[in-house]
Every structure is written in C-alpha cells, then in structure tokens.
C-alpha cells in the first residue's frame, strides 16, 4: 500500500493507539493536518504550543499512557520547548511531532525554520530527523518505545514538510533494533538480598519515595513493602499520592517546604530507602548535611542517579516495582532466616512513637479568623474537603504548589499532577486540561497561582471550546508570591518587581470572555459556596478567584543551600527553628 | 571552571551507531558541563553500523563518572570504555611543516629518521613530516623541531585499543547499558 509521509505519519500514530493529540497547525506541517481529517485520533486546537506541550504531559501524568503534541516548525518548535524540559526533568512520556522545512532548505535560513533537533537535544530523551518517509512507522515506533520504557521521557520527530509529501510503501515493524539501548528493569538479586539485610538492622528507617513509584505502576508493591516492614514513607512532590496520606506510616512531603515530621525523619534515619527518587536538592538542602547518619539504600531505573547526588551503599539498578516485589520477598525470608536473631528486626515502636511526638508537637499550622483576610490555605482545605476523594489536582508552580501538596489528603496515585524539576509556571491550566482530557470521569481541579495563570490562561479557550470542564482556583495574593517571601525573609523586605494586582486582570470577567464561569471569592464564608456551585458545572470551565492574603508565606522552610537541621517552622510555632 | 579533584587525562573508546548526529549528541555531554575534549577521532569500525569515538578528556574523575554514566544513556551509544593509558595501544599521528634552509636541512632527516618519521613533502625552505606513534613521542620530536621553525603542524588526535590478555582485567566497562 502506497502512502504519503504524513499519512504513514498519522496511521503510525493510530498503531500506537494514539486516542488523543494536542497541536496547532501551521506551513511545515500542513500534510500531516490533511490526513488527521480522516483518522479517529481527536485533536484538540491549543491557543499557545507551549500548551499543546503541557496538556500531553498531564494527560501522560493522570492516565500513564504517553501524550503526544503536533506542532509546526520554527517558532512552534521553539515554544514547545519548556514542555520537553518540564517532561525531561519529570521524566513523562510525551512524544511531540514537529514540521521542518523541505529537507534541502535545512540550513538555508528558510522561512520559519530552525534547529529544532538541535535545539532539544538536550531536553529529550532522543529525537529524530526523518530524513526518507520510508523510515517514518519504523521511527514512530521507537520514538514510542523510548519515551515509555526505561526511565520515560519527552522524545521528538521532526518532520521536513516534503518528506511528509513524499510516498512511501507501508509497513509496521513488528520488532525495534536499537541496539543501545537496553534498560534494566530487573534488580541485582545479591544487591537485593544485600538491601533486605540492612532493612533488618535499621532502628530509625525511612522510605524515600519519588515519582518513580508511580512512573513503574509500583503504588500496590509500595503499599505491600511498608506494610511488612512498618517502615515509615515519605513522598516527594513528584510522588504524592504514591502512598496514601491518610495511612498512619506516611508522613507526607520532605524538603524545603516539607513538613517537619518528614524533613526530620530523614534527617535522623539510620536508613534512606530511596525508590525512584532522586535526592533533589530541594529534598536534601544541603547535601553534606543531609541524613548524615543514614545508609542509603538506592532503586532507581537510571544507573546515572545511582551516585550522582549521594553514594549508596546498595544500589539497585531496575524497575521500582520489580525491585519492591523483590525486595519484599527477599524481607519475608531474611525475617524468616533471623528470627531467633535478637538483632535483626527490631522493633520500631519507639521510631514509631518519637515520629508521633513530632507529628503532634509541629503539625502545620495557619489560622483563619473570621471576618480576617482570606487564607490561602483556608482556601485548599475547603477545596479538598468538598470534592470527590479521586480528584486530580494539577497545580502551577509556587506557594499554591507548596499549599496544594501540603494541604490536600493524596489518597490515591495519580492524583497530583505539577511541575516538579523545572518548576514551570504556567503549568497548571493546560495540564489540568491535558489530565481532564485522559481522565473525562474525574473532577480536575487547578490549583492556580495568579502570576502562573497569566502565563498560560489563554488556553481556558481552548477548554470552553473543546468542552473539557475542568476547574481552576486562583489563589490571588496580587503577588508572585513565593519570590515576595524570598525577598521578605532573605532580601530584607525589599521587594522588587513582584506586586502583580489583585484588578488587573479582572478574573471573573477574563473567565467570562473565555468562555468560562468566573466567581470572586473575597471572604472565608463564600468559599465553600463558590466550590460546590463551580462542582456543579459540568459544561464549561469554572474559575475562581480567590482573594486571599498575600502576607501568608509557606511554611516550613528550609532556606536553599542550608541544612535541613536548620528548618524554620511558622513563627505561630513556639520553638522556632529549634528541635 | 569549579571542577573538583585532580584533573586528568581520560581516554574513552565509545562504540556507537554509525548515523548522523550521533558526534554532536557525545560532544554535547561534554560541553554542557564545561568540560573541553583534548582530542577526538571518529571512523567506522570493523562493522559498518558501528563507529569508534576515541575521545581524550582532561578532567577529574567524579564529575566525568557523570558524563560516562550520561553516555550510556544516549540511545546510539552501544559501548563506553575509559582506557587506562597503561592499558591500551595508544596511537597518533602527525604532519609538521618545518623551515628547512640547506643548512639544517640534514639535520632535520636524522631526527626524522630516528623518530622513524618519513618525509612527505620537500620544498625550497620547509619539508614536511609525517609521525606516528605514542602521544608523548610526537610531543618529543615537536619540542627537537621547534628551534628550526614549525610552519604549521597538525595531530590526529589519539586513537586507542585495549592491550590484549594480560592487562584485560584492568580495562574498565563502564558498563553498556543505558536507560
């Protein structure tokens, strides 16, 4: 059967069960827009590429498959950059298709052209140059593979517009030869049972968890080691949800805005489990001083981690959840092995209790009082009390960020969707409609900051059009809040180029031009009001803007580059900086 | 540039798919990091598919762990090797264009010929000479002809094997496999 490029191009895509794309058409990629015409995949019209970008990140972050974005070349390349760095650092599968000048105008300053390989080279797992459109199924393949296999990633094909035009005889390759490439999946059973038998000397023992739990489908398998082994978890921002929160062993977030419990757990564990983390350094501050009396035992897919932050004294090179259903077996027969040894296994309780005191002597802490200003945490509290418990939330980046992890109760994975590594503002209306999109039956709630939603809101055009009702809460402090409480704490309070308006822009009515529902909420009393009318919209896009305090900061805090021993509690706290 | 350790030269031998781009994929490691490459040579190997970069780095060893552990990571990369320098056939050539008035011209030959050189070219004032062999003899022979006057002087860039048999165990696979 004889085909032109971009129809080999589209019903590749169809073989790969593509559902769904995001993109914006435009001169190099013309071709491929023809045949999209007959195909069952939907395409959903984004305002801005960098759209496109997000919404296939959140709609690989909610459903697990990869998303894919189309767009032209130059320009359009370019703006669909920052998805492929957020998704490079956050390690989602997304695969995005780029028009390209006519091959033989590459490197000729051709009308909208640029570098586009070039340029993502470094923000994607690989890319491809089609170069003959007999190569296209074979590359769509193996961009497929690469993105969703290992540890995943953003891959891009760039399509020159003639190779698009040119005919190919179709075929779909039934196998993939790229010979170097060639993930471990399986851990190391010495590294393993080695791993097992410091399990069973540790008194002060955490779990590290990071996005790789849910990256490896590795929640259950989590769920399963914790509960043989009482061992206690934290969950990283990438990996909320990968534990439920309201199990008595999870103690939430680490890191610089992590709670006290988690952050000093680590602090003072005699072991670090780490699964698909990656030792951040907004978990570890500084990293001379983090977890110093901690041995490291360290899974991850990517042996480039393994070493790269903090030596382990196990590694294990595999797939989170292989290695935990391992590591679980190699625990059950290392605890049947020692049973009559007093030293192995010992009891946690005190662990258990010490991390009890702590949880109830610094629990998060905000006070809303009536008639007083908005909290924004105020606002996330009621949000989560008044929506279903499978809620995703998708937040930009910031102090909502920081009050949308702390605050919410992550039962279950794939709850939470935001922009870990890069730390993209702007992420979160399209990802909210990328993960709306893959997850239409659940209620998708944006939790918003107002400088972020300035950066990307255009895109609730998009969602009012294609009707994907999804929700966004502004917290609108009128400030680009989290540099406002870096120069209030570290700048002397002299604060430069951060007051943004509460008025300008007028939300409501910029909701409203899009196509949206607008809601102001001023006062505490309305905001429970304003979330169940906003549930009851299922039609069209709700946003709310909350008006709340912008003297609120995110608390705990550990400043950048300090240790983690120095965390600054909410001055509310008696003890402040103190253990 | 803030690099911590001692820094040394490290010879890798990196066996890749043989497809446009894959240089500027390698080379970019080394660049994002600051890190200047020494000397590179690239040519297909015994299979066709597969070329051989043999690329010297001067650095300290644990932010190149990183880079080594990042180039297993690119999709056409099939093999990465660091070689120790008393471990491998190290080879590399080189052409050099030296004034040669009749006067030094002889004395110029009996280097060469004892640097086993050969003359390539002869001209009315300079001949040229081709060569080969471990890197430090090349820097030898170039310090004996610098008083005559170096017109113009070009190295290939070290190409590298490991030694065979006895010195094996010493050989260090960074292991081949990516992510």
């Known amino acids: 059967m004889q085909l032109t490029g971009a129809q080999a191009l589209i019903k590749s895509l169809e073989q790969e069960a593509v559902e769904v794309m995001f993109g914006l058409p435009g001169g190099a990629i013309l071709p491929v827009y023809d045949p999209l015409i007959d195909s069952s995949i939907r395409h959903i019209l984004v305002r801005h590429e960098q759209g496109a970008g997000h919404m296939a990140e959140g709609y690989a972050h909610a459903t697990g498959r990869p998303g894919v974005a189309m767009v032209t070349s130059g320009p359009a390349a370019t703006n669909i950059v920052t998805p492929l760095c957020d998704a490079y650092m956050d390690s989602i599968p997304i695969v995005v298709i780029t028009g390209q000048v006519p091959y033989a105008n590459i490197g000729t300053d051709a009308f909208q052209e640029c570098d586009t390989v070039g340029i993502t080279m470094p ?8 170069t003959d459109s007999q190569d296209i199924p074979r590359i769509v393949r193996e961009a497929f593979h690469v993105a969703t296999t290992g540890r995943p990633g953003p891959v891009l094909v760039d399509v020159p517009k003639d190779i698009a035009n040119q005919t190919m005889d179709w075929y779909w390759p039934d196998s993939i030869d790229l010979p170097g490439y060639k993930p471990t999946t399986k851990g190391h059973s010495k590294q393993i049972k080695d791993a097992a038998r410091l399990m069973s000397q540790s008194k002060r023992p955490v779990i590290y968890a990071g996005g790789g739990i849910l990256k490896a489908r590795a929640a259950e398998a989590l769920k399963e080691l914790v509960e043989l082994t009482g061992f206690p978890v934290v969950t990283t921002l990438m990996a909320r949800g990968a534990f439920p929160d309201d199990h008595e062993l999870c103690l939430g977030m680490p890191g610089m805005h992590g709670n006290y419990t988690a952050v000093t757990s680590m602090q003072q564990a005699d072991l670090l489990i780490a699964l698909g983390s990656r030792f951040d350094d907004r978990v570890t501050g500084k990293v001379g001083a983090f977890a110093p009396e901690a041995k490291i035992i360290h899974v991850d897919i990517d042996p480039a981690e393994l070493g790269k932050v903090r030596r382990p004294d196990v590694p294990i090179v595999g797939d989170c959840r292989r290695v935990i259903e391992e590591l679980v077996k190699a625990v059950s027969s290392d605890k049947a092995k020692h049973e009559d040894d007093e030293a192995a296994w010992p ?156 008025d300008l822009p007028d939300y409501v009515k910029w909701a409203e031009a899009m196509g949206c529902e607008g809601i102001r909420v001023d006062h505490a009393e309305e905001v429970e009001p304003a979330i169940e009318k906003a549930n009851a919209i299922d039609d069209r896009p709700v946003v709310i803007d909350f008006r709340t305090d912008y003297r609120e900061k995110v608390y705990p805090m550990v400043p950048a580059g300090h240790s983690n021993d120095e965390i600054i509690l909410d001055p509310a706290h008696d003890s402040f900086g103190e253990r | 540039m803030a690099a911590t350790g001692d820094i040394q ?41 597969f070329s051989r970069m043999t690329i010297v780095v001067d650095a300290a060893s644990a932010p190149l762990e990183q880079v080594t552990k990042q180039l297993h990571k690119l999709i056409p990369v099939i093999k990465v090797m660091e070689l120790h320098p008393d471990d491998a056939v190290e080879r590399e050539l080189m ?31 300079a001949i040229t000479i081709q060569v080969a062999g471990r890197p430090d003899k090349l820097d030898a022979i170039t310090d004996l002809l610098t008083p005559f006057g170096i017109v113009e002087l070009q190295r290939t860039g070290q190409i590298a094997l490991p030694k065979l048999s006895r010195s094996q165990q010493r050989l260090r696979a960074v292991k081949t496999r990516g992510a």
């Open chain 1, 123 to 130: 923000v994607t797992k690989h890319n491809w140059l089609v």
């Open chain 1, 347 to 502: 009891s946690l309780d005190e662990w258990h209790t010490r991390l009890k005191e702590w949880q109830r002597d610094f629990p998060l802490v905000y006070e809303q009082t009536e008639g007083g200003p908005l909290k924004p945490q105020f606002c996330v509290d009621q949000l989560r009390d008044h929506t279903p418990d499978d809620t995703i939330v998708v937040s930009g980046v910031g102090q909502h960020q920081m009050w949308a992890s702390q605050r919410w109760k992550f039962n279950h994975p794939y709850t939470f969707v935001n922009s870990g590594g890069l730390g993209t503002m702007g992420f979160a209306v399209p990802a909210a409609i990328g993960a709306k999109v893959g997850c239409p039956s659940r209620m998708v709630w944006a939790i918003d900051g107002d400088g972020c939603f300035q950066m990307t809101a255009q895109e609730l055009v998009t969602a009012a059009s294609e009707r994907i009702p999804i929700k966004v809460a502004i917290l609108n402090n009128a400030y680009l809040g989290m540099v406002r409480q870096w120069q209030e704490l570290f700048y002397e309070e002299r604060y430069s180029e951060v007051y943004l308006s509460p």
């Open chain 2, 9 to 49: 030269h490290h010879i890798y031998s990196i066996t890749v798919e043989n497809k446009f781009g894959v240089l500027s994929r390698v080379a970019g490691l080394f660049a994002r990091r600051g890190f200047n490459i020494v000397s590179l040579a690239v040519s297909p190997t015994e299979d066709e598919r």
């Open chain 2, 95 to 125: 052409l050099v264009t030296v004034k040669a008035e009749v006067d030094t011209r002889s004395q110029i030959t009996e280097l060469a010929s004892i640097f086993e050189a050969r003359i390539e070219d002869v001209g009315f004032e």
